[in-house]
């Protein structure tokens, strides 16, 4: 059973660039959401996608946005990149309808931005 | 912004010895969960405690919650040199679904 994938596993960009990172999800799950994570810091929520919808949003600015596939999959684009955008960027799944929902994480995607 | 803090943010200690490690938080919750992250990489999720409960175990884990002061402790019993890594609190405040509100970390180093 696939655990929650992501690609490209490292990235460098310049500032102004755009940059797609890809998620594909847990076998049986239908929700994603993502994260960005600071060195040293813990992550923080940008948003979570369900029925190729945004349902949630972080405190994360319009240069962040999603699209959330009829395979569950998802994409996080980040327009106009700047230098505080770089970090490990997470993707979790999770699955809608149980009473709690434990996400799980993929590896992530670590993007430098020069 | 993060949803509180863990207490220590570095916690060194040798094979065998006890872990503990604690976390606050913020706002009312439906569960707290502890997440393990191995040299910046993806977390795995350990264990996960509902509001209503105030103790559970796996394995050589125990968490504790007392939401009375908003806080929670992970004890790793027995540890080894493998349970180094950053260990992260994350919260789901109520009325927000899944969306989990990380702290800011615990990093664990175990020495042989």
């Known amino acids: 059973d696939a655990g929650v994938t992501q690609s490209p596993t490292h990235l460098i960009k310049t500032r102004g660039q755009q940059v797609t990172l890809r998620c594909s999800p847990k076998?049986?799950?239908?929700?994603v959401s993502w994260y960005q994570q600071a060195l040293g810091q813990g992550p923080q929520f940008i948003f979570q996608y369900y029925e190729e919808e945004e349902r949630q949003r972080g405190n994360f600015p319009d240069r962040f946005s999603g699209h959330q596939f009829p395979n569950y999959s998802s994409e996080l684009n980040v327009n106009a990149l700047l230098l505080g955008d770089s970090a490990l960027y997470l993707c979790?799944?999770?699955?809608?309808?149980?009473?709690?929902?434990?996400?799980?994480f993929g590896p992530g995607t670590r993007l430098l931005v020069l | 912004s993060q949803q509180g803090e863990e207490d220590p943010q570095a916690l060194s200690i040798q094979e065998g010895e006890n872990a503990t490690m604690n976390c606050s938080y913020k706002?009312?919750?439906?569960?707290l969960q502890w997440y393990r992250q191995n040299s910046g990489r993806g977390l795995v999720h350990l264990i996960l405690?509902?509001?209503?409960?105030r103790e559970k175990h796996s394995g050589r884990l125990r968490v504790t919650l007392d939401t009375s002061k908003k806080s929670s402790s992970l004890l790793i019993t027995a540890s080894r040199a493998a349970d180094t890594a950053s260990y992260f609190c994350a919260t789901t405040a109520t009325g927000t679904a899944s969306k989990l509100t990380f702290g800011t970390g615990t990093r664990l180093q175990v020495t042989l």
């Open positions: 706002t009312s919750i439906n569960n």
């Open positions: 405690i509902r509001s209503n409960e």
């Open positions: 979790a799944s999770s699955q809608r309808g149980f009473s709690v929902e434990t996400q799980y």
């Open positions: 076998s049986g799950h239908d929700t």
